[in-house]
Structure formats: structure tokens, C-alpha cells
Antibody, heavy 120, light 107 residues
Framework: EVQLLESGGGLVQPGGSLRLSCTASGFTFSTSAMTWVRQATGKGLEWVSTISGGGGSTYYADSVKGRFTVSRDNSRNTLYLQMNSLRAEDTAIYYC?????????????WGQGTLVTVSS | EIVLTQSPATLSLSPGERATLSCRASQSVSSYLAWYQQKSGQVPRLLIYDASTRATGIPARFSGSGSGTDFTLTISSLEPEDFAVYYCQHRSNWPPTFGQGTKVEIK
């Protein structure tokens, strides 16, 4: 059974930084692309970033490009999202997501999410 | 960036009725369209990918159709657990984008 567990969310001031983690189990992490998707309270889903299985390819939404960095540690089965220069509009639940072979950007497994609140 | 527009924003129906949800893309996404269901307080669940292929474990009452720019998700007979928000999402190119969602509510 695929399990994804996010952590690292919390309250941070505008301009601050935060690092999210997602620990995975139940599949071969090192060969699987992984994605972050976010959802502001009461709003829709927004793709944030995707990283290939080996980590050599990364993709970002324009809204976070240059501020967020996605990475992974395949020895620890862990995905990361380093978020810098945070803004109020980054406030959301951040989900990590995985697709079981359909495509790197179709997701059939989701974590429960971690809440990031950017506020002074 | 491809914009996905879902309609209607809200669909008010009774259990047992048929639900028809629409998703229109600003340019062709071929058949690279997926549908997700999100119940209140829960994480999204993949229902349909590549326009018409049901994901593992998804009941047959859910079906998808369309190609190019116009897509439909049909729920043939609504069950109580189907009242939720539904999102479409394309994977035609980068960035993948979602529609704004259609809420299916109990009439």
C-alpha cells in the first residue's frame, strides 16, 4: 500500500522560509516521479512542482519559480520542498502526490497534506 | 498555459439522478485529461485518466468522454457518497493545470 506522509508545515512570516518533507513507502521511490500540489482554504488545486525519479529533472509553476526548490533523497525515500521568500498567497495545504506509472503528472496517491500559513 | 474551464460551478441533484460535468480546455489537450473527486475534508482521488480510463477501484457509474478541448464526466446514478467537488486536470504539456472545480451537491 502506498503511503505518503508530509511534515514541516507551520506558521511563517512573509519573506520567511520553510522546508516541507514527504516520506514515502509502498512503492519503488527511487524510480518514481513525485509532485507537490497545493490548495488554499476553500479554493481549488494548484500544481506546484514535480521532480523525476532520479532528481535530474525538475519542473515548477511560474508562481513559485525562483523561490521554491524541490529535491529528494532516494536513500531516505523522502521528497522535499524548500520554500523561500514566502508570501501570503503561498498559504495553503501542501500535498505530495505520486502516480503509479500512468504518467509523472497524473496522481493516484496523495498524502494527507501539511498546512503552511504565511502571516505576520 | 492551458486554461481548463469547468461547468457548471455547482450542480444540485438528488441521489439516483445522472450527473454530467463539463471541462473545456483553452487549446487541445488530446486525450490527456484526468478527473479527480474531492470530498469535504479529504484528499483528492483520481477517478479517470486519459479522458475515459477509470482508475483502479473506481465504480463503473463514473465514466469520462471527450478529446481535444471538450470533455465530460458522467455519474450515471448518484450515490450519497458521490456528493463532492470534481476537478479536471490536463497533462498535455507543462505546466499541468486544474479546472476550478464543479461542486455536486444534494438537492
Amino acid at each position: 500500500e502506498v503511503q505518503l506522509l508530509e511534515s514541516g508545515g507551520g506558521l511563517v512570516q512573509p519573506g520567511g522560509s520553510l522546508r516541507l518533507s514527504c516520506t514515502a513507502s509502498g512503492f519503488t521511490f527511487s524510480t518514481s516521479a513525485m509532485t507537490w500540489v497545493r490548495q488554499a482554504t476553500g479554493k481549488g488545486l494548484e500544481w506546484v512542482s514535480t521532480i523525476s525519479g532520479g532528481g535530474g529533472s525538475t519542473y515548477y509553476a511560474d508562481s513559485v519559480k525562483g523561490r521554491f526548490t524541490v529535491s529528494r533523497d532516494n536513500s531516505r525515500n523522502t521528497l522535499y520542498l524548500q520554500m523561500n521568500s514566502l508570501r501570503a498567497e503561498d498559504t495553503a495545504i501542501y500535498y505530495c502526490a505520486h502516480g503509479s506509472g500512468i504518467s509523472m503528472i497524473v496522481w493516484d496517491s496523495w498524502g494527507q497534506g501539511t498546512l503552511v500559513t504565511v502571516s505576520s | 498555459e492551458i486554461v481548463l474551464t469547468q461547468s457548471p460551478a455547482t450542480l444540485s441533484l438528488s441521489p439516483g439522478e445522472r450527473a454530467t460535468l463539463s471541462c473545456r480546455a483553452s487549446q487541445s489537450v488530446s486525450s490527456y485529461l484526468a478527473w479527480y473527486q474531492q470530498k469535504s475534508g479529504q484528499v483528492p482521488r483520481l477517478l479517470i485518466y486519459d479522458a475515459s480510463t477509470r482508475a483502479t477501484g473506481i465504480p463503473a457509474r463514473f465514466s469520462g468522454s471527450g478529446s481535444g478541448t471538450d470533455f465530460t464526466l458522467t455519474i450515471s446514478s448518484l450515490e450519497p457518497e458521490d456528493f463532492a467537488v470534481y476537478y479536471c486536470q490536463h497533462r498535455s504539456n507543462w505546466p499541468p493545470t486544474f479546472g476550478q472545480g464543479t461542486k455536486v451537491e444534494i438537492k
